[in-house]
């Protein structure tokens, strides 16, 4: 059973893909069957496209859990990647 199926109706669901460029392809919503089929299918769809860009996506993901009113529900953000090296702007710092 993968994540999405786990998912019951009073859970919220989004789908960020955090290369080159973001795109948020699935927004927030209720985890209804309908919302779960999208999200399956949109993951699904998700091919080889651009530098992995983890920083911005995850802000971008976290921004849409946190636009839920404060101690309402549990928020978690799950983070599916590639293993491939982080897209960095020019000046960002490089950890060692």
């Given at each position: 059973?993968?994540?999405i199926e786990r998912l019951e109706p009073r859970d919220r669901v989004a789908l960020v893909v955090f290369d080159d460029p973001i795109a948020t392809l699935l927004p927030?919503?209720?985890?209804?069957?309908?919302?779960?089929?999208a999200a399956a299918g949109a993951l699904g769809g998700i091919?080889?496209?651009?530098?992995?860009n983890l920083g911005e996506g995850w802000l971008i993901a976290c921004?849409?859990?946190?636009?839920?009113?404060?101690?309402?529900?549990l928020r978690r953000c799950f983070v599916l990647t590639d293993s491939q090296g982080t897209h960095r702007r020019p000046g960002q710092c490089r950890n060692r």
């Open positions: 059973m993968t994540a927030l919503a209720a985890a209804s069957t309908e919302a779960r089929r091919g080889p496209r651009g530098s992995t921004g849409l859990i946190g636009r839920e009113p404060p101690h309402e529900r």
